[in-house]
């Protein structure tokens, strides 16, 4: 087979595929961004291992700032990966046992200026599960507003925007949105805010 996978035809079927044994690994590269290893895996059925590259990040934060009029606070930033600019959720890096929802509140303060009520984690996903070790974490800050002048990184450049949140749900579906990281929040954002509105007698 030219493919290294299994094609079962029953997409819920309990036959699962077997797991990998890491075994040892070695740095590549370290930089300030992430680092790369070379890890060995081996198959549970096969004698010899075989090498991987993943890459090592810290955790991110995704922020969904939302406004008392039902507005998310949204950032527009030259991404050099794209080369374009991007519209974009805040967010950034978790410091190293920091925990993640005082993480997003501090980067929204810095990215934006804005802060609100307490911080709520709608989960987390694996940004890219085939390469890379990292979590991005999911998470809403009810009635934002500002409160000081933002603190951007030497490099950082951001425009800031409000938009209603049904708008911006559907510029997610539209591809005027393109961070798969910020489609990833509007997917769980939008049954958080349908609930809300139900709670107000709003829908």
Avoid: C
Wanted: no cysteine.
């Amino acid at each position: 087979m030219g493919w290294e996978a299994i094609l079962y035809s029953d997409p819920m079927s309990s036959s699962l595929p077997p797991e990998w044994i890491r075994q040892q690994s070695r740095e590549l590269l370290h930089t300030r961004v992430f680092d790369v290893r070379a890890s060995e895996f081996r198959h549970p059925s096969r004698a010899e291992g075989k090498e991987f590259l993943v890459i090592d990040a810290p955790d991110w934060a995704v922020v969904a700032p939302v406004t008392p009029e039902g507005e998310l606070v949204l950032v527009r930033q030259y991404r050099f990966g794209a080369q374009q600019l991007s519209l974009e959720l805040p967010g950034g890096v978790i410091e190293h046992g920091e925990d993640p929802a005082v993480g997003a509140v501090r980067e929204l303060l810095e990215e934006t200026g804005y802060r609100g009520a307490e911080a709520e984690v709608l989960g987390w996903v694996h940004p890219n599960p085939a390469i890379q070790s990292n979590r991005a974490h999911l998470i809403v800050v009810p009635d934002a507003q500002p409160v000081e002048a933002t603190d951007w990184d030497a490099d950082e450049e951001l425009s800031l925007t409000l938009a209603p949140i049904d708008e911006v749900l559907a510029m997610g579906r539209s591809g005027k949105i393109t961070h798969a990281l910020m489609l990833n929040m509007l997917f769980l954002l939008e049954p958080w805010w349908k609930q809300r509105a139900r709670e107000r007698g709003t829908i």
